[in-house]
């Protein structure tokens, strides 16, 4: 099955916060939000969307209090790709974007993995500043 191209049918929002209700009145809308690797804890947008079906993580640490860095961002890197490509075959008409980006101002990103997860979303789904 081909994936379709995001240009032509996918429709993204950016949203200031989503809470729970949010998410369970809107089935049909796919809401994405930065989560760890280990998809643990309760902090931020986590808190509403984890284990919502429509809801989709895409990873910016390993765990709780364990950020990716720079000794490991080629296998971040990785995780953050699949993550993206597996929002791409969700096929969704409408992604709710978190306004504020995936990474939450009590966490830090080495530049590179940074940068890397920003030029993959822009390619993917053509976001203005993803992150």
Request: proline share 8%.
């Amino acid at each position: 099955m081909a994936l379709h191209s995001p240009r032509e049918t996918v429709h993204i929002i950016r949203q200031t916060w989503t809470t729970r209700d949010d998410v369970r009145a809107n089935r049909d809308v796919v809401f994405v939000y930065g989560d760890n690797v280990a998809r643990e804890g309760q902090r931020g947008l986590a808190r509403q969307m984890r284990g919502e079906p429509n809801a989709h993580p895409i990873s910016i640490s390993w765990a709780p209090f364990s950020p990716f860095t720079h000794a490991t961002a080629e296998n971040a890197k990785v995780q953050i790709k699949q993550d993206l490509e597996a929002l791409q075959a969700r096929q969704p008409e409408l992604i709710v974007w978190p306004l504020g980006g995936l990474i939450p101002e009590f966490q830090t990103l080495p530049n590179e993995i940074h940068q890397y997860l920003r030029s993959e979303a822009k390619r993917l789904f053509f976001l203005a500043d993803p992150i």
